[in-house]
């Protein structure tokens, strides 16, 4: 190979890497500054998602959330599933519904998002519960758990 295109190839590499970066760095500031890069007047690029053949690749599947909504949503996974998870398990569960989380290291983010809200969340064994219910013993309770607050 051409040592100018070789040369060229590792410079676009290291520039979408530290575009990868800048991208995340704006989705944390939003995220704890509770402001929007649209609202400050910067334009994402989509630079990062050029192909070498031309070809531009479609933006992630799913929704960015804010974390007082993924609070909502594992309140609810919890309820549903009837037994305390890791962050792990909760990443996983946000993901199969196709929420975004804006981290590299989601169960860390979960694991964060969960101490921050410890009025809400305890850590249980086996897990993260809901502060202040009885963890279900049963399959009778954990169903109880799950249709609370649905209409009959």
């Known amino acids: 190979m051409d040592q100018a295109i070789s040369n060229a190839l590792r410079r ?56 007082p909504e993924v609070v909502k949503m594992v309140e609810r996974i919890l309820k549903d599933v009837g037994h305390p998870m890791t962050r792990g398990e909760i990443a996983s569960a946000l993901a199969a519904r196709d929420v975004v989380l804006p981290a590299e290291d989601k169960p860390r983010y979960i694991g964060t998002i969960m101490w921050r809200n410890g009025d809400v969340f ?3 064994e086996g897990g993260y519960w809901l502060k202040g219910v009885p963890v279900p013993q049963t399959d009778h309770e954990a169903l109880a758990l799950k249709l609370e607050g649905q209409p009959i």
Do not use: C
């Not at 590499?13 to 704006?26: H, K, N, S, T």
């Not at 500054?33 to 992630?60: F, I, M, R, Y």
């Open 12 to 67: 676009k590499a290291e520039l979408e890497r530290e575009l990868q970066r800048i991208e995340q760095f704006i989705a944390l500031y939003e995220e704890f500054a509770g402001t929007s890069a649209a609202q400050s007047g910067s334009v994402k690029s989509d630079a990062g998602n050029n192909h070498p053949d031309g070809e531009v690749s479609p933006p992630p599947r799913g929704r960015r959330v804010r974390p």
């Open 122 to 124: 305890e850590s249980v």
